[in-house]
């Protein structure tokens, strides 16, 4: 399981101001906005995105702007003074605008009236925001407050995954939202930080069900033609949190064998390349692009389990992946730019 001393952050990433910077244009972006509301009556039809969620709208959907303000609080947390005052100030404007007591509130009642929305993907960023607040919160008496606000929300997301967990028996493993080891990832993360034992527990224990046992993943399966996750990789890296770090690297052998050894030696060389996107402005294929860079974050995860010359053939796998979307990152289509900054974090050692 994830240790209790969590290591020092990397230094800031090079486009940091402008990740901050598209992060929030994107989330003051009202339209595209794909609500994901599931209508039940004719008074239940009038949608307007800041009246539905005050809190988390803009950025095209709901679990964008929650992983986007995750983002910006991020870069403002750890790398204020990469940002410069002037975009400190406009994030602190931004979350303190939409992390209102009352606003929140209205995210929690319409979570807690349809519990089945945004499980488990929107959920698990979720947490993550609220983990991220509560810690930025002990050093930042004006984080402190959203962090207070989001409390409500970081609670009503852990009785969820307790509600969720013993009514599903088989996991959901393809490379997209619903994947179910990318959002337990999170979920423990998150929970363990937060101090929530008993949702910690939880994840810790399906993750062992579902995945422990798991050997040969059938890699030459992807990706998919819309993923942003491998399969593999993000239930790999989710292994290497939940197992006892003397069983990682034998489950890990098992599980990707030959990950990282030189050329044809290699069943999943693939996973190493970047992915070929041809239309980068259609959202589902500029998944894609997300799928570089959660590729990136996973391979550097994956590399303390490996032996030196097999980890830095994932290393420099990593490095040629990110920087192949970098650009898309800032200057792409509101596709890619509504997202992808947290994904760059990710891959930046964002849950370090």
Known sequence: MTPDVRPDPPSAPADAQAWSRIAREVIGTAYPWV???????????????????????????????VHMQWSLLTLLSRYGDALGKEEARAVRGLLGERLRPEQVAVEVDYLRERPGFERPYGWAWAAQLCAALAEAGEDDAEVAGWAAATGPLAEIVGDLVLGWLPRQPYPVRHGKHQNDAFALWLLLDAFERLGRDGVVEA???RSLDWFGDDRGAPTGWEPGGTDFLSPALTEAGLMTRVLPQDRVRPWLEAFLPGLGLAGDHDPHRHLLEVPVVLDPTDGQYAHLLGLALSRAWQLRELTPHLDEVRAERLRAAAVEQEAAVL????EGDFMATHWLVSFALLA????A
Do not use: K, M, Q
């Not at 599931?38 to 702007?65: I, N, Q, R, Y």
């Open 35 to 65: 609500p994901g509301h599931t209508v039940t009556g004719p008074d239940d039809a009038h949608l307007v995105p800041e009246v539905l969620h005050p809190a988390f709208h803009g950025s095209l959907d709901w679990h964008s702007c």
């Open 203 to 205: 994840c810790w224990g």
């Open 327 to 330: 650009r898309e990152i800032t």
């Open 348 to 351: 930046h050692g964002g849950l």
